[in-house]
């Protein structure tokens, strides 16, 4: 079994702690009533298509020989970039959670008394989440030594975000208004702004 070679357990270890972080943080989320949902046909595709590629093909990668057939030889110095590359998500996807508490979703959603969250990691980009799941992505490919199991998440991902992040800050935008289009001024989605852009008279 694969699971036994020493960058399968980092591998495992960090996808052991990434959704501890994620369970324990959920919880304190589904408490709160949701009065906006966009949980459409879309956003279950999106959903669906993650799942293989963040949960089915890493641990049958890990636990049985199936996807032997895409095993490849991978150069001895990626792991270790790959391993820095988990941990700077684990840390980003840690703090997102507790920055973001309460308004957290799986989805797009708006929650009962959903604040508009400004402060810690969201001070400096608008998307830490998702930042730390890119990053999750390309640690995940480094570390897993088969095309499939190590290099789907990249795709899947990619699709979820570029599909799901414009129609997110719509839904920002329609409920924060003027303040969530000044927070896009000063922020980047995912790397922080160098520069802030002036508010312009045509803004709202
Ligand atoms: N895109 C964010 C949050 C992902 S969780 C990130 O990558 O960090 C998805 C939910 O977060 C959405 O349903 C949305 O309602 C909520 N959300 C996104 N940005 C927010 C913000 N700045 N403040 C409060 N809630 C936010």
């Known amino acids: 079994m694969n699971v036994s070679q020493p960058w399968n357990v980092v591998f495992l270890i960090g996808f052991v702690v990434f959704y501890g972080i994620r369970t324990a943080y959920v919880r304190a989320a589904k408490s709160e009533r949701t009065v906006i949902s966009q949980f459409d046909g879309l956003e279950k595709f999106l959903l669906a298509i993650m799942f293989p590629p963040t949960m089915l093909l890493p641990l049958l990668y890990l636990f049985t020989p199936l996807l032997s057939f895409a095993d490849y030889r991978i150069a001895s110095a990626i792991p270790w970039f790959g391993a820095a590359t988990m941990v700077v998500s684990l840390w980003l996807f840690w703090r997102s959670h507790a920055d973001l508490g309460k308004n957290w979703s799986v989805s797009v959603e708006l929650r009962e008394g959903h604040a508009l969250v400004t402060r810690g990691v969201y001070h400096f980009i608008r998307h ?64 922080p702004r160098l520069k802030t852009e002036e508010p312009s008279a045509s803004s709202d």
């Open 128 to 191: 830490p989440m998702y930042a730390a799941i890119w990053l999750w992505a390309f640690a995940q490919g480094m570390l897993l030594a088969n095309w499939l199991a190590g290099w789907s998440v990249v795709p899947a991902f990619a699709t979820m975000y570029f599909l799901r992040v414009g129609r997110e800050e719509e839904l920002m935008c329609e409920s924060f208004g003027q303040a969530y289009r000044e927070y896009m001024l000063r922020t980047g989605r995912l790397l």
